[in-house]
């Protein structure tokens, strides 16, 4: 698996950027806060998920962008070219996976791609800094070893520092001879809580007796328990012997056949030591063609070009410009800034002008004086006063004509049910009139009065009646037509009085004609109102005007836009005296910049001597390039030159040493022959052949005596009825056992009643609870103990097995690194009893613990590549390396940037370095340079 392209939206520091990868090995390179671990760690985070928000890792959310993550390119043997996206979700992120043939998936295709390791994992193995390289020399001798064990074997020594974790927590809680952890003073407060027990118990002869009998009676149980689990061992031993009757058979005949094939003689690694002899004497023959060609090459390639002829005749010259280059190029590039930065300052003041609505090329105002800003801002409060004057009596205004419009409403409505005026006067003189005739004759009375007497009448006709008949006839016809004639004289009032209105409607009249008078009246006030109002504002208007045309004549007096409003002036000002600082600025960094340009015109004179490197439209960057690119390729060929010769003579000697090693090969692998009695190679491999058959019965021998109990196998001997007869007499004998073991259990069971008695009466149940109770404490600290002490042993156990496994591969390729790195001073790595040691060029073997932190380093970086070499048939990832050989003096430190271009032919190496010799003789498709600036 090969990065070839980050592309991040939003991490950290890093918007919407692309860097892009070479396949083997590629440099990012920056100072500082330059942006490298960000990059790095956006590459864990796609492939593993972002931080949680709770963990120590830094999240690195951009602050200038709302989209938050990016995506990978990467280029796989088994999926193709495949896109890793991931982008802010759920806590990790969600992410996206697309694959060369369209289809896409999510987490769990992502699990698969990274062949199904984590973060921690691939941080520990494949992605290494400074800092966990340093840790080698702050350990002691043993952790100092055992981390070069873990480191070859595992790749990563995490594994390592868990289990001595793991064991220093397990002797917290316990050591043999200590005072202080948890279960020694658990293990001393039971004692103490037993011997409390005890003295307590001897207080009682009888007590003592019943002890003594509930124990017989106890063991005589668990006598008879262990004859019961014996009887049932041996049916349950039988009944297997009849499930597993085949694969006892198969275990007779194998055991039968292993004795058969006899391999006396052959070491069990013999066939792995010969394969890997006709590897190395392959190899070995290999690099000797190569070294073989390379000399022949040599002899045939170098030829001095024009360009190393023309640096011959004119060495000092061209030496002392290439003294100067440095000076003119960093004038060039503090003309080539200032330049970028005058040219980005006009175009802020350009951007800025045309906001205020001035021209590009228009003048700036004249600055104002602290007394002409006062006058601005006194003009300014003044008209904003006016303004808020103005705008209250347009309110008032607005009420008043609404207040009018609503009257004359009113009045429109009224004059619509008022009377005219002479109708009016008619019912109003008649309605006075009856008013004053109703004052005048109190008609109510008058009736009142008439009825009386003709009450009276009736009363006094009734008595004549009796004496006088004739007269009360007579008096009758006169109060009749009285009647009569009172009847009449109404009649004609009430024909009179329909021409006229009823009393009340003349009221409503009245009182509407009250307030129709009422409304005129309010109109005509509101007129007054409004005459005042626009008085008022004629003269706020005035004052308005004056402070405009005081404005519009200052502006002129200072060349002030003509646009701009009085309310805005000040503000208007204060981006002018921003703009005047910046055009002070900009004339400033011209004036730098025009005499940055004389000077270099004037270093670079000499540059005319040697017209024929340079045209005539070469600007001075462009010179200066040009001549850069020829020192260094004349240089470069002219130390070509000189290692030419040692080239070769080394490449000589190579060749010998590699003879000498193929003869010393050929001797070992005729020995081993000649050990396991073969004459050629074919016979030793069919003799390995009759071995690994044995092997592979006695491992399925092994297997089947694993799944099938001991006794099944020894039980083996029986015929079928024999086994059933067995099983039937062992459960008869079960069954008398049980019958046994009840009657016991009864006669225990009254003692210990009897016993419960004699306890209830003293303080033993209290000690008794105690001693309980400390026995479970105990427990739970003993459980705990284990587990720590358990899962302490595993991981040693697994670091053992993994040292069996790749540790030997792993080995012969850190020796190779190792030496490398350290030029031969140091010869061969070996392992012996969990302790590491090194051979040294003059014979001598030293401990790792004795070398010294240049070569620790070294030491351990070689395990660790080694390790990650010989697991590429299993996991192939990019190795990320932070700045990790700063300690390394120049010599080692080159060979080491060497050693990683070697291993980026089988695994991408990324290396992140403000170490400018990192980069050296690299293409450019292989760096990546970061800045500070964005």
């Known amino acids: 698996m090969r990065i070839k392209t980050l592309t991040i939206y939003g991490y950290g520091k890093w918007i919407d950027k692309t860097f892009d990868f070479s396949p083997e090995y590629h440099v990012i390179y920056g100072k500082n806060e330059a942006g490298k671990s960000t990059l790095m760690s956006f590459i864990h985070s796609i492939l593993f998920g972002f931080p949680t928000r709770h963990s120590a890792l830094l999240r690195y959310e951009p602050k200038d962008s709302s989209r938050y993550g990016g995506k990978l390119i990467i280029d796989d043997e088994r999926f193709g070219i495949v896109s890793i996206e991931r982008v802010q979700g759920k806590s990790t992120g969600d992410v996206k996976v697309l694959l060369a043939d369209g289809s896409t998936g999510s987490d769990d295709l992502l699990h698969k791609i990274i062949y199904g390791i984590d973060r921690n994992l691939y941080q520990s193995v494949f992605s290494f800094h400074l800092k966990g390289i340093e840790q080698v020399e702050e350990m002691t001798k043993d952790q100092l070893s055992r981390y070069f064990l873990s480191a070859g074997a ?11 974790q793991l064991k220093q927590q397990a002797n917290q809680l316990y050591k043999p ?21 005890e003295e307590a118990k001897s207080k009682n002869t009888q007590y003592l007796d019943l002890l003594q009998k509930v124990e017989n009676i106890s063991r005589e149980i668990d006598k008879s328990e262990i004859d019961k689990r014996t009887f049932q061992k041996q049916i349950e031993s039988l009944r297997q012997v009849e499930q597993n009757w085949e694969s006892i058979l198969e275990i007779s005949q194998l055991e039968k056949d292993i004795e058969q094939l ?4 052959l070491s069990e690694n013999g066939l792995y030591e010969l394969n890997h002899l006709n590897k190395q004497i392959e190899e070995i023959r290999k690099e000797i063609l190569k070294l073989q060609g390379t000399l022949k090459e040599f002899q045939k390639e170098y030829e001095p070009s024009k360009e190393l002829i023309m640096y011959q005749e004119n060495e000092k010259n061209i030496d002392f410009l290439a003294i100067q280059l440095e000076s003119i190029s960093d004038m060039i590039k503090e003309k080539m800034f200032i330049d970028k930065e ?34 601005v801002d006194q003009w300014r409060v003044e008209y904003n006063e006016v303004e808020q004057m103005l705008t209250t009596l347009k309110e008032a205004q607005f009420q008043v004509e609404y207040k009018k419009e609503s009257l004359e409403e009113n009045i429109d409505q009224l004059e619509k049910k008022l009377w005219s005026n002479e109708k009016f006067r008619k019912e109003e003189e008649y309605h006075d009139k009856i008013k004053n005739n109703q004052q005048n004759k109190p008609t109510t009375t008058l009736e009142i009065i008439f009825i009386s007497a003709s009450i009276i009448g009736v009363l006094v006709t009734a008595m004549l009646n009796l004496f006088m008949p004739w007269a009360s006839f007579g008096f009758v016809f006169i109060i009749v037509g009285s009647l009569i004639s009172s009847l009449l004289k109404k009649n004609r009032n009430q024909k009179k009085n329909q021409d006229f209105s009823t009393y009340e409607a003349y009221i409503e009249q009245k009182e509407m004609r009250r307030q129709w008078r009422q409304y005129l009246f309010n109109i005509d006030k509101l007129e007054e109102e409004k005459r ?31 646009s701009i409003e009085l309310i805005d002036a000040l503000k208007h000002e204060d981006k002018m005296i921003v703009l005047r600082e910046q055009g002070n600025e900009l004339r400033r960094l011209r004036k730098a910049a025009l005499e940055l340009e004389k000077d270099i015109l004037l270093k670079m004179e000499p540059f005319k001597k040697m017209g024929n490197l340079f045209s005539e439209d070469d600007t001075p960057e462009q010179k200066v390039n040009r001549f850069k690119n020829y020192y260094s390729k004349v240089k470069e060929e002219k130390n070509h030159l000189q290692e030419y010769v040692l080239e070769s003579q080394e490449v000589r000697r190579a060749l010998n040493q590699l003879f000498e090693t193929e ?21 030793f491999r069919h003799l390995y052949g009759i071995l690994k058959q044995k092997n592979e019965k006695e491992e399925r021998l092994k297997i089947l005596k694993e799944q099938i109990p001991a006794e099944s196998v020894e039980n083996f001997a029986f015929s079928k009825e024999e086994i059933e007869n067995n099983r039937v007499q062992s459960q008869e004998e079960i069954n008398k056992i049980k019958e046994k073991i009840k009657m016991q259990t009864e006669q225990k069971i009254k003692l210990e009643i009897n016993i419960k008695k004699l306890e209830e009466g003293g303080e033993y149940t209290a000690l008794l609870q105690e001693f309980e109770n400390e026995k479970s404490l105990l427990q739970e600290l003993v459980n705990k103990w284990i587990s720590k002490r358990l899962a302490s042993y595993m991981i040693e156990r697994t670091l053992k097995y993994a040292r069996k496994d790749r540790f030997p591969e792993t080995i012969k390729d850190a020796e190779r690194y190792f030496t490398y790195l350290t030029n031969d001073a140091y010869k061969k790595i070996v392992i012996n009893n969990e302790t590491v040691w090194v051979l040294t060029q003059d014979g001598n073997y030293l401990k790792a613990e004795e070398l010294s932190r240049g070569t620790a380093e070294p030491l351990y970086v070689a395990l660790r590549l080694a390790f990650i070499a010989n697991i590429q048939d299993t996991i192939r990832m990019p190795l990320l390396i932070d700045d990790g050989f700063v300690n390394l003096d120049r010599n080692r430190r080159a060979r080491m940037y ?9 695994t991408q190496v990324i290396y992140f370095s403000f170490d400018s010799t990192s980069y050296k003789n690299l293409e450019e498709n292989q760096i990546t340079f970061l800045t500070n600036e964005l």
Do not use: C
């Open 177 to 197: 001879t200590g005072r202080i952890p948890e279960i020694n003073q658990a293990l001393k407060k039971i004692e103490a809580k037993k011997a409390s027990m």
């Open 262 to 265: 006899n391999t006396s003689g």
């Open 154 to 164: 595992l790749g990563t020594e995490q594994f390592l520092k868990r289990s001595d």
């Open 532 to 562: 005042s109002n626009q008085k008022e504002r004629d003269i706020l208007y005035h004052r308005e005007k004056n402070i405009l045309e005081q404005w519009i004549n200052f502006k002129k007096y200072k060349h002030i836009n003509t």
């Open 898 to 906: 060497q050693l990683l271009k070697e291993i980026s032919k089988k």
């Open 663 to 683: 003869k010393e090969y050929l001797v070992r692998k005729q020995h081993l022959l000649q050990e396991a009695g073969a004459d050629s190679e074919d016979v």
């Open 342 to 375: 005058a040219n980005r300052l006009e175009q802020i003041i350009i951007k800025d002008k045309v906001q205020e609505g001035l021209e590009s090329n228009e003048e700036l105002s004249v600055a104002l004086s602290g007394a002409e800003r006062n006058q």
